[in-house]
């Protein structure tokens, strides 16, 4: 068994990753103290951070599990904060999703013995095939992500029933139709294996 390498720890990756938790943490203080202006600010810079770990670390040959699954977490609650905050309707039912595709890539990465990522580029489905190629560093995935944050920021700042919502709501529904396939490919991976 591999023992844990506590260096990882203090990987610069793994450095941005606290200073991610720390602006998210500041960004629902802000929040709560009624500071909408700050909430955005705070979290948009999380977001920013979040496309600037993961390619710090592979620059800096400083890929871990730890590193992958830190930033997942991050990501996810991240995640679930800005739908919980946002106030859209169905913000329970992408909450549910998201949260159902962190534990199906999850176990993905862990099965397959493989990032994630890696293992979703080689399904069969070629729009999935080409939002995670290269590693979703590709205008596809792109548009997605920014469509997934924005967004939920133009709900949170009421600004939901605009044109605003109609200009993101296509990327949007991309990024959950591929999060709701993770969840399928996962269920696939662990009924073959259940199966044999």
Request: glycine letters at 8%; charged letters at 15%.
């Amino acid at each position: 068994m591999d023992t844990f390498n506590w260096r990882v720890l203090t990987y610069p990756s793994s450095v941005i990753d606290y200073v991610r938790v720390v602006l998210l943490c500041a960004g629902v203080f802000s929040h709560f103290q009624g500071n909408a202006l700050g909430f955005v600010v705070l979290v948009t810079l999380s977001s920013v951070l979040d496309m600037v770990d993961g390619a710090l670390a592979r620059r800096l040959g400083h890929d871990s599990r730890f590193g992958e699954a830190f930033d997942f977490g991050i990501d996810i609650v991240t995640h679930t904060v800005l739908w919980t905050f946002s106030g859209f309707p169905f913000a329970p039912v992408m909450i549910v999703l998201e949260w159902g595709a962190g534990f199906s890539v999850l176990y993905l990465s862990v099965r397959q013995g493989d990032h994630w990522k890696n293992v979703l580029v080689q399904m069969p489905v070629k729009l999935v095939q080409r939002y995670f190629a290269n590693r979703q560093r590709n205008w596809l995935a792109a548009w997605a992500g920014v469509s997934h944050f924005v967004f939920r920021m133009v709900w949170y700042l009421g600004y939901g029933e605009t044109w605003l919502n109609d200009v993101f709501l296509p990327g949007i529904i991309l990024f959950e139709v591929v999060t709701a396939y993770m969840i399928w490919i996962a269920w696939r991976v662990w009924s073959l294996k259940r199966d044999v």
